[in-house]
Structure formats: C-alpha cells, structure tokens
C-alpha cells in the first residue's frame, strides 16, 4: 500500500492487517454459531426422535421449552443473513448536518448524535471523534464521528438520508410548535478499495489549525486537513487527532466513502432514467419523522415501522427500525 505520494506506508499496512483479522474473526464466530445451533438441533430431534420410539413421556416439556430456545437463536442468527452488502461488514462513518429549522435543528443534530452514540454503545461498538462544529447558540453545526464494529455499516447504514423532528421548542418564549431538519450521511470505513482509484493530482490538500476543543497542540499547529476531490467537488476535513498525518487518514477514508455513495448514486440515477422515472432527492424528503407534540410517534417513511415509545429510540434503540429496513431490503431486492 502506498501513500498519497506514492511511497509505501508501513503503518498503513500493519491497520490493513489488522482490518482483515478482525474480519476473519468476525466470520469465524459467525460460522461457528451456525454450526453449534445445528449440533444442537440435531441432538435435539435424536431425543425426541429416541422419546417416541421408546413411548418414553419423561421429558414433559423440556423439547417444548429447548426448542424455543433454539428458534429465538435462529433468529438473531437469520438477522446477520441480511448483511449482504458489500460493505456492510465494514466500520462506518457517520456525518451528521443541522438542516432547516435553525437553533432547533442544530439542537435536533446533536439529540441525534446522542442517539447514534448510544445506540453503539448498547452494541458495543467502538466511537472515535473526527470533527464537530458546535452552534453558536445551542446544538451543532454539524459532527462526524468513526463507529467501529463487526457489520458497524451493515446496521447503521439505514439512517442514511433527512431526519424530521416536530415538537415544541425549548428555544421559543411563545411555545410554538416547530419543524426541524438534519441530514445523516453513513459511509462504510474503507482503508482501499481496488475498485476505487483517487489520483494524487485529482486532491487539493489543505492543512488549518483546529477550531475546536482538544489542547494546545492541537489549536496551535496545523494539524487539521481539508481535502477536496476536485473531478467531483467533494470535500471532505478531519481535526479530531493531533497528528497531521493521522488526520489526513482519517478525511482518506471519508472521502473513499463518499466516492462509493457518489458513484452507487449516479448508477441509482442511470438506472432511474432507463427506467423512464427520475425522482430527485430534495431536501425535506425525509425518511424518518420524530412526533414530540401533540403526541408521540417515530415513523419510519420507507418501510411504515413506527412506534410511540419516543425516548426509547431517541435513548438509541433504533434495532427494530435496522431490522425493518433490512427486511424491506430483502424483498425488494427479490
């Protein structure tokens, strides 16, 4: 593997490797889960199997009650099946962006922040900072942050898209009801990708002092980088570290990222022409919508799931809305 300028990167290397074994581990565990519920249903039906051949009833229950067992674990298992992306093993990197509706967006950005964090914390997933913008009043600007995890994308990648909250702001002396935006953008976390090509000439590398938070080192020297993919306009900038190459890195796999979405995006709209319909993403075209007042509901706009429960998803539980969104995928990909 080599650098941006062509020399090769032994650290690069040694986080490749690294990448790849806990891949290998990953599937490992995966495999051996399949095979241990098989054993044991095998083992299961000899019993039984054993049971009515000798009219033996002292087992009363028990096959009832193991049998449940092993459909509930069939089922957690059944979820993983639904990964069949090609990224959705990868880490994700989620960026969210305060939208229309003002300091109540910016607010609204950051209850989402929270909800994200939460929810890989309750999956034990691993969260590193890469850039935040805090609002001058309230909430953020915006905030883009690593999630790290067996299938991290595989799960997170349904949040992608415009997220609507309507409730009574906090920000209103008249107490009115206000509608707020932010957008969520997740790309999968992508070390290289031999699909994808990025030409030294086609970045433009900026180097700026980080305006946020993080001590003297990191306010004082120009560790933060700006990059910009010129052929695409796509710009991406990290100053969560305080080494200038550990950010330059870390905005690499963001921009890898958001060169797959753009290139999975102009064959979406390629594909929508053929067809004959061509339907433009505009912002308000919201996915999901978040009710505070004058009741409470979560509705998801692509697969109808909803739920009243508000501060559960809000506290990130959003599983059944991955699950939903997951299994909608499936049908429609039939």
């Known amino acids: 593997m080599r650098t941006l300028s062509g020399q090769p990167d ?26 241990k519920l098989l054993t ?36 957690a298992l059944e979820f993983f099946v639904m990964f069949s992306g090609p990224y959705d093993e990868k880490n994700a990197i989620i960026s969210l962006h305060a939208g ?38 309230a909430g953020l600007k915006s905030v883009s ?13 349904s949040e992608a898209g415009v997220h609507r909250l309507v409730r009574i ?51 004082k020297t120009s560790s933060a980088v700006r990059l910009t993919h010129k052929p695409t306009g796509i710009v991406v900038a990290c100053q969560s570290e305080r080494s200038q190459h550990q950010n330059r890195e870390l905005a690499m796999k963001m921009l890898r ?24 993403a505009a912002w308000g075209k919201q996915i999901r919508s978040y009710v505070m007042q004058p009741y409470q509901l979560v509705k998801d706009h692509r697969t109808n799931h909803e739920t009243a429960d508000i501060n559960a998803v809000l506290d990130g539980e959003i599983d059944e809305f991955v699950e939903a969104y997951l299994r909608n995928k499936v049908k429609s990909d039939k």
């Open 169 to 219: 702001s906090p920000f209103d002396s008249e107490g009115m009801r206000h509608t707020s935006f932010a957008l969520v953008e997740v790309l999968p976390e992508l070390e290289d990708d031999e699909n994808l090509i990025i030409k030294p000439d086609d970045l433009e590398i900026d180097f700026f002092r980080s305006s946020g938070p993080g001590g003297q080192n990191v306010n």
């Open 257 to 280: 990222g958001k060169l797959i979405a753009f290139q999975q995006s102009e064959r979406d709209d390629t594909n929508a022409e053929i067809k004959g319909k061509h339907e433009k």
């Open 145 to 157: 942050f690593s999630v790290s995890g067996h299938y991290a994308y595989g799960y997170l990648k």
């Open 40 to 75: 044991e249903v095998r083992q299961l039906e000899e019993l039984v199997a054993l049971a009515n051949h000798e009219s033996d009833a002292s087992l009363g229950v028990e096959p009832e009650k193991t049998l449940a067992a092993l459909e509930k674990r069939f089922a």
């Open 10 to 35: 032994f650290w690069q290397d040694q986080a490749k490797a690294v990448a790849i074994g806990r891949q290998l581990e990953g599937l490992e565990t995966e495999v051996n889960n399949w095979q």
């Open 100 to 137: 229309t509706g003002g300091v109540d967006a910016q607010d609204w950005t950051q209850i989402l922040e929270r909800m994200f964090l939460r929810f890989a914390e309750r999956h034990d997933f691993k969260v590193e900072m890469i850039d935040r913008l805090v609002g001058n009043e």
